[in-house]
Structure formats: structure tokens, C-alpha cells
């Protein structure tokens, strides 16, 4: 069964501070892999994804993943957090039949 | 233009009725789903439908009934609702992909609360 773990469930950073979010995978084969954005009130946005080629990924606001298959990560990470960047962070791993399976995520804040 | 839609957006109801959550998109998508967010954020399917036929459906109490009238429409309906229901509930589609997992695009949710 696949499975994703986010071990930080809240992480607080400065403005203008670097920014990474921590994901661990459980999949079988080769894994989908996603970043999803939630801003309070909001639904999911996609930030990156990653299915094949090169493992480092570029998303958008500035956003990018690396995919490390010995580790079985896919972290997330920008060099310079925004005051805007703060809502909760989703990481999710997929396969074959469209099943998405999300990890709990993590609550990012924002120190002005 | 709103890519995947939800009505409605809130929802407050009392325990034992029936409600209904309606969710459209016009993405051209062939696969649309339903996701339930708890109160601690963990986000879990529930349904998935591809052109009309279920594809997926985890363990969810048969008190809840999708139904998709055409490729574009995805509607969930809860019968005797409990407390246990009180969530936000998510609806997503995704284009088609061969059978492998692609992106998922979601609607803005519905937060439905049972007193």
C-alpha cells in the first residue's frame, strides 16, 4: 500500500529565510509525486509534480522538489519564503488507477 | 473562468437529515473525485468516477452515494447524517492519463457541519 509521511506538522521561518518541508514515501514502483498548496479557506493547488526525468522539479512561486529514490524523499523547498507562502503544505504519491494518497501535511508560518 | 465548482460552499444541518453536495467541472475531464479533510487536515478519498463509472470506493459508510450523471458532474449525497460527518469535503478531476495517476485539480470545498 502506498503511503506518504510528513514528520513536521508546523515549521515557522522568518521572512526572506529558506524554506524546506520534509516528505517520505511508501510505493512499490516507480512513484507520481506531488506538492499541493491549501491557503486558509481555499481548496488544493498544485505546486509541482514529479513522474519521471529529471529529479529536480521547478513549480511555481518559486517552489522546487527533489526527488532522491535511495532516501525515498521528495522534499520541498524555496530559497526565500514570502509572508504569502503561509498555508499548509501537502505531499502526495500516486501510481497506476488515479489513487491519490496525501500525507497529513505541514502548517507553515510566516515570521514578518 | 472556475475550473472545478462546489455548492455549496457551507452547509449546516442537524443530525439524521439528508443533504446533497454538487460538484461541476469544465475541464474537459473524464475522472472526477470526492475527498473528505477531517478536522486535523488529513485528507483521504472516498470516491472516484471515470466516465460515469466507479472506480474507486474506499471504505465509506454506504450512507454516502455519488452520483455522476455525465463525465462533467460528480454530486455527493449523505443520508442520516451523523456528527462524525462534520468535515470539508473536496471535490477534484483529473484529465485522462492511461490509467497512471496525473493531476488532480480541486474545487474550492464544501465545509458541512452536523450539529
Known amino acids: 500500500a502506498q503511503s506518504v509521511t510528513q514528520p513536521d506538522i508546523h515549521i515557522t521561518v522568518s521572512e526572506g529565510a529558506s524554506l524546506e518541508l520534509r516528505c517520505n514515501y511508501s510505493y512499490g514502483a516507480t512513484p507520481y509525486l506531488f506538492w499541493y498548496v491549501q491557503s486558509p479557506g481555499q481548496g488544493l493547488q498544485l505546486l509541482l509534480k514529479y513522474f519521471s526525468g529529471d529529479t529536480l522539479v521547478q513549480g511555481i512561486k518559486g517552489f522546487e522538489a527533489e526527488f532522491k529514490r535511495s532516501q525515498s524523499s521528495f522534499n520541498l523547498r524555496k530559497p526565500s519564503v514570502h509572508w504569502s507562502d503561509a498555508a499548509e503544505y501537502f505531499c502526495?504519491?500516486?501510481?497506476?488507477?488515479?489513487?491519490?494518497?496525501f500525507g497529513t501535511g505541514t502548517q507553515l508560518k510566516v515570521e514578518l | 473562468d472556475t475550473a472545478v465548482s462546489q455548492t455549496p460552499k457551507y452547509l449546516v444541518t442537524q443530525m439524521g437529515n439528508d443533504k446533497s453536495i454538487k460538484c461541476e467541472q469544465n475541464l474537459g475531464h473524464d475522472t472526477m473525485y470526492w475527498y473528505k479533510q477531517d478536522s486535523k487536515k488529513f485528507l483521504k478519498i472516498m470516491f472516484s468516477y471515470n466516465n460515469k463509472e466507479l472506480i474507486i470506493n474506499e471504505t465509506v459508510p454506504n450512507r454516502f452515494s455519488p452520483k455522476s450523471p455525465d463525465k462533467a458532474h460528480l454530486n455527493l449525497h449523505i443520508n442520516s447524517l451523523e456528527l462524525g460527518d462534520s468535515a470539508v469535503y473536496f471535490c477534484?478531476?483529473?484529465?485522462?492519463?492511461?490509467?497512471?495517476?496525473?493531476?488532480?485539480?480541486f474545487g474550492p470545498g464544501t465545509r458541512l457541519t452536523v450539529l
Open positions: 502526495a504519491v500516486g501510481g497506476g488507477g488515479n489513487k491519490l494518497t
Open positions: 477534484a478531476s483529473s484529465p485522462p492519463s492511461g490509467g497512471r495517476t496525473d493531476t488532480q485539480y
